[in-house]
């Protein structure tokens, strides 16, 4: 999660490309938590007028003046979300000061079940007041169930700061819904500094060098080069679709990538295929995978949050997963080019493509209206909001583009700013999130949960099951 060093983070998005997108799953540690104290002027969903305040705006004194505007209302406020612990501990501490000030709880709930969760609670008249939700394609879907609710009015203000690229994704039909709430950076590779220090590996630049010093790990004898997890409850599979994008992304570049998301591309197409094989090549080589736990077939049975513990005990030496991943790392991890563990820019393999990157994030969903509800809503889209949880959780990255850039210290922010920030970068937001739900949360992960299982599957055999999931209109 990051971006942008002259305005912002999400500012980014747009120098880098008006591409195609979404955003995967991301989470923590265990199977759920719960914590308590696409046009260029898209429309709300509430018109204008219609989209009422949150609260009186009560005024408030000393150090709860700032939060004055959400004062009145009282409460509590339910979300769910697919963040879950360690990652959603930081959530907690963010709106503490908020809830302390307002006199409204708000109960978070995590489960790594959200993406078949959300939309039962939804249909079964139960849903939550605000879902943070990852993926638009998935937004699409609970809209359309008519159970949406318009944000309120300040909420629409607060589009204002962000990107046009995020509004779009907070949007169905150039109707505005949802605020974008985090950014992440997916095109990352954690390492350990000091194990590359003692075998003298050097950070590749080019995919090439990467592939070589694959090679070159493997046959030492020392570690497996890779390790991987793609195991995540009912969102099992979403790591390795984010490792095709990458490759597709960075083969590519942006035009095919956003074909493959409106399936004027199918999976089954020559390039489609060819990213598959070269996934196959890397993430699926015996010789290759998977430090610390196995053969090929452990990748789909190991968690993406316990993916890259063997990079800690040198039985692995590399990890390929998005920015979030830091608050998956032991408490006392150093994180930095010179502490226990760092990360490096995963390269293009084409090097003709500009920095190809890939993006996610959550965007705030409401389905009630109540004061109490608006006014967390209202809350959780402004800058205060995210100045807090940028302060008290490393490896989060705002979407906003009001947010103090002083607060981003912790150098995987930094790291992920300098190439969301990127002006030449080819930015492109998780392609799967964006498909169909059916499709990039459903037959995808499900396909390549299977593929991960048995790797001798041919890749044009997955590809057109996947092709098979996609809804006829």
Known sequence: MGMD??????????????????????????????????SASSSSASGSASATSSSTG?????????????????????IFGSIISPESNSLQKSWAKFEQCTGI??????????????????????????????????????????????????????????????????????????????ANMKSLVWYSPKFFKAHNYQVPTTWAGLMSLSAQIAKS???KPWCGGISSGTASGWPATDWLEEVVLGKYGAQVYADWISHKIKFASPQIEDAMTIVHNWMQNPAWVNGGFGNVQSIAG????????????????????ASFYEAQWPAGTKVGPNGDIFAFKLPAVNPQIPTPVEGGGEFITAFSSDPATQAVQNYLSSPEWADSRIQVAPGWVSANEKVNQSLYTDPIDQLSAK????????????????????????????????????PSTPVATVAQQIDAAWPNS
Do not use: H
């Not at 939060?67 to 509590?76: D, N, P, Q, R, V």
């Not at 970068?425 to 048995?454: I, R």
């Open 5 to 38: 060093k002259r305005s912002t983070i999400a500012a980014a998005v747009i120098g880098a490309a008006a591409l195609a997108a979404t955003a995967c799953s991301s989470g923590g540690g265990s199977s759920s938590s719960t914590s308590s104290p696409s």
């Open 221 to 223: 004898g020392t570690a």
């Open 105 to 182: 709880t708000i109960n978070y709930t995590g489960s790594n079940t959200f993406e078949s969760d959300l939309p039962v609670k939804v249909n079964g008249g139960n849903p939550p007041d605000l879902a943070l939700i990852p993926q638009p394609g998935l937004l699409t879907q609970m809209v359309l169930t008519g159970a949406v609710k318009a944000p309120p009015a300040q909420t629409v203000a607060n589009e204002a700061n962000w990107s046009q690229y995020w509004k779009n994704y907070g949007s169905v039909g150039g109707t505005f819904y949802a605020a974008p709430m985090s």
């Open 302 to 321: 190991t968690t993406f949050q316990n993916a890259g513990i063997p990079i800690q005990k040198s039985q692995c030496a590399m990890l390929q997963q």
């Open 58 to 78: 009560a005024a408030l004194s000393g150090d709860c003046a700032p939060f004055s505007a959400y004062a009145g209302a009282k409460g509590t406020v339910t």
């Open 419 to 454: 190439f969301l920030a990127d002006p030449k970068a080819t930015f492109a937001f998780d392609a799967s999130d964006a498909m169909p739900a059916a499709v990039g949360a459903g037959q995808e992960w499900k396909s390549m949960v299977a593929w991960f299982s048995n």
